[in-house]
């Protein structure tokens, strides 16, 4: 778990309050506007989205009145059976090529009342495969199951594939999530334009090199 920063799984780590503290704020916001699925998203690779979405699982599982499912649909990098330490056997890409089951799928990954749909490999056609009918079937099935389960789908970089714009029907709101110093205002209010379509539940400044950042103010205000 150290090797992974899954800082969640950790004894004592500092750095738990600040995904405890993003679990309460976010949940409080899903639980007023009855939000069931969140994607977390960047506007491009290494904004650490995929870390934040395994932390953020780990912390809300931790509430004993809430499971949560994480999906990797990031299908052109998927990355989330690493994080998790996970040696991936199946992954979304086998259930849309074949008649693999959704309970073939799901693996715990050591956490109480957490479950992950990992990916396993990778696909250039990611885009026509998020939008098959059998995705939508999916998406449908995993939301019903459970009514006390938050999804958490971790998608691709925003400006860099249609991806995530395709996947936006299946999710009530996006987590923003930006890298300090590298994620430009320009790339940042690029994203949001994207996420016009969608809610925009919050969004994280990730790797930050200080306790305030004015470079971004006038796009968070």
Not at 61 to 88: H, I, S, Y
Not at 127 to 151: A, F, G, N, T
Not at 155 to 179: C, G, K, Q, R, W
Not at 210 to 218: D, L, R, S, V
Request: charged fraction near 20%; proline fraction near 5%.
């Amino acid at each position: 778990m150290q090797e992974r920063r899954l800082v969640m799984g950790l004894k004592n780590d500092p750095h738990a309050n600040v995904f405890r503290l993003l679990r309460t704020n976010l949940l409080k916001k899903m639980r007023e506007n009855n939000w069931t699925s969140i994607a977390i998203v960047a506007p491009t690779a290494e904004c650490g989205k995929t870390f934040l979405t395994a932390n953020l699982a780990i912390a809300i599982a931790m509430e004993v009145n809430q499971t949560v499912l994480v999906v990797d649909a990031d299908l052109r990098n998927p990355t989330v059976g690493w994080q998790f330490g996970m040696e991936v056997e199946k992954g979304l890409l086998d259930y849309l090529h074949s008649d693999v089951s959704i309970e073939d799928l799901l693996v715990n990954p050591g956490f109480d009342r957490l479950v992950v749909l990992p990916g396993r490999h990778t696909s250039e056609s990611s885009s026509e495969l998020l939008s098959l009918p059998k995705m939508s079937s999916l998406v449908q099935e995993l939301k019903s199951r459970y009514q006390s389960r938050i999804i958490l789908f971790d998608l691709p970089p925003l400006l860099t594939s249609d991806d995530a714009l395709l996947f936006m029907p299946h999710f009530d709101a996006a987590l923003l999530i930006v890298e300090d110093g590298m994620t430009t205002p320009e790339e940042v209010n690029r994203s949001l334009s994207i996420l016009e379509e969608t809610n925009l539940a919050g969004m994280v400044l990730n790797k930050s090199r200080g306790a305030t950042n004015k470079t971004y103010q006038h796009v968070l205000d």
